[in-house]
């Protein structure tokens, strides 16, 4: 968190330790809990920048929250947080599948685009990431509703159904209910 108390600050910090731990070993992830940016200014807090730190979660292998986050958000925010905990748990199967092909092949369960998609210009890529080698996610890191989404060559089919052919860059609208990812076709 800057000295000006900024904890939107936080959320781009903990995507990119998360990206740069995958590089390192399969199962390393950023601890939150231990993070006292969090904890020491829980006034500076608020709900959305919560939400935003539970939708990236719900597409990573393990989900963690810093505070409890019933007691903090409004009933539309709570709700909102509820239906990504519920993501996350419909996820398992995939993220039980990716872990044991860690487990075998010493990858990252959460790769860098760069490992996966080498010589296509994600060597600087630090807000989105691969969930295993199927699920492209694009987590929204900053208080803004906007983002830019670079997919690589490929057939994508995105969170809301819609089909793209990478490589494709493109600014989406990113509602606070709203988790950008992208699976892989072929």
């Known amino acids: 968190m800057d000295k000006k108390g900024n904890a939107w600050d936080l959320l781009p910090v903990l995507l990119s330790k998360a990206i740069s731990l995958g590089l390192q070993q399969p199962y390393a992830f950023p601890d939150i809990i231990n993070d006292s940016s969090f904890t020491e200014n829980r006034n500076l807090l608020d709900g959305r920048l919560i939400v ?5 979660q719900s597409l990573m292998p393990v989900m963690q929250f ?6 903090v958000l409004d009933p539309e925010l ?7 905990i519920r993501f996350h748990e419909q996820m398992k199967r995939y993220i039980l599948q990716i872990a044991l092909s860690s487990t075998e092949t010493n990858s990252p369960m959460i790769q860098h685009m760069d490992k996966l998609f080498p010589n296509q210009g994600f060597s600087a890529c630090e807000d989105q990431y691969m969930l ?6 694009a987590p929204m890191i900053t208080s803004n509703n906007k983002r830019i ?3 690589p060559a490929g057939k994508w089919q995105d969170d809301e159904g819609n089909v793209f052919y990478g490589p494709k860059i493109m600014e989406i609208l990113v509602p606070i209910d709203r988790l950008p990812f992208y699976m892989l076709l072929k």
């Open 52 to 56: 935003r730190l539970c939708q990236m």
């Open 66 to 71: 810093p505070l409890m986050v019933w007691r």
């Open 78 to 84: 709570k709700a909102i947080c509820g239906l990504y």
């Open 132 to 137: 295993g080698d199927r699920y492209l996610v």
């Open 149 to 151: 989404v670079k997919l």
